[in-house]
């Protein structure tokens, strides 16, 4: 299993593109490894976890041998940015199913809002080595 956490995303989707590349802005210490759902190594470690990536609206935080969904996986990425983002990780305190149900929203609607890609998007010469497939 890899030691380094691996934040896995939605190649297609334009916001999560965005929050990926907004991560390895705020992520100096090199923390996150990063893959699409669509790809090789997602589909060869999600159905561990008993996760078929061909039908998640969420991304995933896999770290420590855990995989985190929606909200907790979000906040936990938070927690490790520079700058005050890991403050948003005090909102854990929130329940679950209140934290899930707003993400819910965001996730049911991030097409319409924010597009969609044809393609996943390919990181360059110098981001592909925090990138798995």
Known sequence: METQPVIFFDGICSLCNASVQFVIEHDKKNYFK??????????????????????????????????????????????????????????????????????????????KWWGKQESCWVPTPELKSKFYD
């Open 34 to 111: 990063f893959t699409a759902l669509q790809g090789n190594y997602a589909r060869a470690v999600l159905p561990k976890f008993a996760v078929n990536p061909e039908i998640l609206n969420s991304t995933l935080l896999l770290e420590n041998g855990k995989l985190y969904t929606k909200s907790s996986s979000a906040l936990r990425v938070a927690k490790k940015l520079n700058g005050l983002w890991p403050l948003l990780y005090g909102f854990i305190i929130i329940p679950k199913f209140i934290r899930d149900w707003f993400y819910d929203i965001i996730a049911k609607n991030r097409y």
